[in-house]
């Protein structure tokens, strides 16, 4: 079994990147989308990441136009949009695909966690432990904010 410490990706400046590389630390990884009724979730996502990152969060988002075409930009377009309208610092990626046959490893891995199933909308959210394993999934209408989603952060930091 694939964990999420074995995946590669690549940046938003196209190099490739180790999930590995976070080992030690939790992380939340988000398919995003900048035309989307939820793109305001950019505001609480770098809130978690301004509050957890020095207690070992890391926020991971991954840009995707697999859900209704929301995410047309290119990674400097969608780079430009985070920064400038949500001040997002936290760890953007390359543009992915969420599902469908073109699924990118990471987001095949995800799928397989309970409850398995393809990422429904965009703004879902996966939480994964220090060694790389998912925890807990939240639902795109889940905010960052949420009651259960913080006290899962807060859980697996413990």
Excluded at 73 to 95: A, H, L, P, R, S
Excluded at 129 to 144: H, I, L, Q
């Amino acid at each position: 079994m694939t964990t999420i410490s074995d995946i590669t990706v690549k940046t938003m400046d196209g190099k490739e990147k180790s999930l590995g590389d976070y080992k030690g630390n939790a992380l939340l990884i988000v398919n995003v989308a900048s035309k989307c009724g939820y793109t305001p979730q950019y505001t609480g996502l770098e809130k978690l990441h301004e509050t957890y990152s020095g207690k070992g969060l890391r926020v991971l988002g991954f840009p995707s136009n697999d859900f209704g075409g929301q995410e047309p930009g290119t990674n400097e377009d969608i780079m430009q949009f985070c920064t400038t309208n949500y001040g997002v610092k936290f760890d953007m990626f390359d543009k992915v695909h969420a599902k469908g046959s073109e699924q990118h490893p990471l987001y095949r891995a995800l799928s397989q966690a309970e409850p398995k199933g393809d990422v429904a909308w965009n703004f879902e959210k996966f939480l994964i432990d220090k060694e790389g394993n998912v925890v807990s999934r939240f639902k795109s209408g889940v905010a960052p904010d949420a009651p259960e989603l913080k006290a899962a952060i807060e859980k697996v930091l413990a």
